[in-house]
């Protein structure tokens, strides 16, 4: 997320281009299989199999 102001300033530029620098490295996000965000918030018995809680 970017300020208003910020954006404006760099344009259709790059970020070098428009005298800026970034706070981090870029880099790619972590893999995170989507079973890991299955939660059995009920307690329902016959997922247990299934998730690892």
Sequence with gaps: MSA???NQ???DRLTHEAGLTL???PRSPKELPVTALIR???G???WKLFLND
């Design 4 to 6: 208003k102001d910020v």
């Design 9 to 11: 300033r760099k344009a």
């Design 23 to 25: 706070f981090s490295v």
């Design 40 to 42: 059995n918030a009920h």
């Design 44 to 46: 329902v018995a016959e």
